[in-house]
């Protein structure tokens, strides 16, 4: 079956911008993460959502960064005012069941910002 | 807090020989450990993953991995390295519950002819 899909694939934007950045995860996983990869590091975690809610955003590092999953199933991540430190790329994953299920990841979506 | 050190951040092996990528983990139980591949561009995509039993665990593409609680230590290997497996593998570790992944910070694989 399909997997986890992100758009865009790359996103270029300003200083001070607002983007957003959508995923599609696999069809009938409940559990949906989002993690920032800078280069040369690996993922980061950001945010995780269980059904609707987000159950833990403790990765988030400033109220400029947002996400929501209205209907449990495609997320969009938004950031507000960005900065040229934002730049990375971002990975979203989704996995069946929370807990120590297995993460699936989509293809990211690099953002720049110039 | 949990973590995760893969030592080398580069290693160079030759087509046809042995592979051994390192990791380390700090962890306060029995560690559900996962391992990683990310081709340049692509998503990351699951090798293998341990939770109990056999402390040896198959993955795809003929990788294994051994689990070394004694060593805190869940090392990647391949007995033959094609150059196709030439990408970046990460080594993580769940937090709190899995409901998160903590990576380590990655160890580039290049494959010399």
């Known amino acids: 079956g399909a997997g986890v899909s992100q758009t865009p694939s790359n996103k270029v934007t300003e200083k001070g911008k607002y983007v957003e950045l959508r995923c599609d995860p696999i069809?009938?996983?409940?559990?949906l993460y989002w993690y920032r990869q800078s280069l040369g590091q690996g993922p980061e975690f950001l945010i995780y959502?269980?059904?609707?809610?987000?159950?833990?955003d403790s990765g988030l590092p400033n109220d400029r960064f947002f996400a929501v999953r209205p209907e449990g199933s495609v997320s969009t991540l938004k950031i507000q005012r960005t900065e040229r430190g934002d730049s990375a790329v971002y990975l979203c994953a989704s996995s069946k069941l929370a807990g120590t299920d297995t993460q699936y990841f989509g293809p990211g979506t690099r953002l720049t910002v110039l | 807090a949990q973590s995760v050190t893969q030592p080398d951040i580069h290693i160079t092996v030759s087509e046809g020989a042995s592979l051994e990528l390192r990791c380390n983990y700090s962890?306060?139980?029995?560690?559900?450990l996962f391992w990683y591949v990310q081709s340049p561009g692509q998503g990351l995509q699951l090798l293998l993953k341990?939770?109990?039993?056999?402390?040896l665990v198959q993955g795809i593409k003929g990788f294994e991995a051994e689990f070394k609680r004694s060593q805190s230590s869940f090392n990647l290997r391949k007995p033959s390295v094609h150059w196709s497996d030439a990408a970046e593998y990460f080594c993580?570790?769940?937090?709190?519950?899995?409901?998160?992944?903590?990576f380590g910070a990655g160890t580039i694989l290049r494959v010399k002819s």
């Open positions: 341990y939770f109990s039993g056999d402390t």
């Open positions: 069809s009938g996983h409940t559990a």
């Open positions: 959502f269980q059904g609707t809610g987000a159950a833990d």
């Open positions: 962890y306060g139980a029995t560690p559900y």
């Open positions: 993580a570790v769940p937090m709190e519950y899995g409901n998160k992944l903590v």
